[in-house]
């Protein structure tokens, strides 16, 4: 069974950088896919960042460039490092993983919601400006 447990949110001033960590279990690196997605009040859950594992990292657009996904395999832990933060950024950032078994899947798909079968319980990020 998988098991995904997030911890490592916060409250930092805009400009600030904070790391997101998810200790996973139950969980082949080889096969299955490790995502970061976030959410605020209202809206749906939007994909952040994906490790794939079979192809290339993927970010949003609105994260490329300040947020990077990496995982530790010995410590079985996903980690988010986001840095420039802004109040834009202020959300509850979740889990994710999925084993796509091979099939090609595009990056909207992979930054999709609707892909992932395994969530953690989230943690909350604040962003003051």
């Known amino acids: 069974e998988v098991q995904l447990v997030e911890s490592g949110g916060g409250s930092v001033q805009s400009g600030g950088s904070l790391r997101l960590s998810c200790v996973a279990s139950?969980?082949?690196?080889?096969?299955?896919?490790m995502a970061w997605f976030r959410q605020t009040p209202g809206k749906e859950r939007e994909g952040v960042a994906v490790?794939?594992?079979?192809?290339?990292?993927i970010y949003s657009e609105s994260v490329k460039g300040r947020f990077t996904i990496s995982l530790d395999i010995a410590k079985n832990t996903l980690y988010l490092q986001m840095s420039s933060l802004m109040p834009e950024d202020t959300a509850i950032y979740y889990c994710?993983?999925?084993?796509?078994?091979?099939?090609?899947?595009?990056?909207?798909?992979?930054?999709?919601?609707?892909?992932?079968?395994?969530w953690g319980q989230g943690t909350a990020v604040t962003v003051s400006s």
């Open positions: 994710a993983a999925e084993t796509f078994g091979g099939i090609p899947m595009s990056t909207d798909q992979l930054l999709h919601e609707k892909q992932y079968t395994y």
């Open positions: 139950g969980v082949t690196y080889t096969t299955t896919s």
């Open positions: 490790l794939d594992s079979d192809g290339p990292t």
